[in-house]
Nanobody
Framework: QVHLVESGGGSVQAGGSLRLSCAAS????????MGWFLQSPGKEREGVAR???????FYFDSVKDRFTISQDVVKNTVYLQMFALKPEDTAIYYC??????????????WGQGTQVTVSS
């Protein structure tokens, strides 16, 4: 089965940057995809971005052109580069893996999450 491990979270001041990583194992099937989500205290989980094995990307409107998703296919690792961080970006960030169904990534596996804290 698939195992996902996030890393790269931490505490930064507003305006700073972070690069999150998600390493996947047992994840070699075709048409695979990976994505990033966030969850703030007391709020529902929110999508951030996703990328397919072919390299197509999708960003949720909340990203506002500040985050970039990328991948290393050989290493089965996906990244989230975060710029101009704001206090409202504070959340637990999760990576997920799944299968592309047309233009949609259907997620089946989730990581444990990594904490991002942005101070004002």
């Amino acid at each position: 089965q698939v195992h996902l491990v996030e890393s790269g979270g931490g505490s930064v001041q507003a305006g700073g940057s972070l690069r999150l990583s998600c390493a996947a194992s047992g994840y070699t099937y075709s048409n695979r995809c990976m994505g990033w989500f966030l969850q703030s205290p007391g709020k529902e989980r929110e999508g951030v971005a996703r990328i397919s094995i072919a390299g197509s990307t999708f960003y949720f409107d909340s990203v506002k052109d500040r985050f970039t998703i990328s991948q290393d296919v050989v290493k089965n690792t996906v990244y989230l580069q975060m710029f101009a961080l704001k206090p409202e970006d504070t959340a637990i960030y999760y990576c997920a893996a799944g299968t592309m169904i047309w233009a949609r990534c259907e997620y089946s596996d989730w990581g444990q999450g990594t904490q991002v804290t942005v101070s004002s």
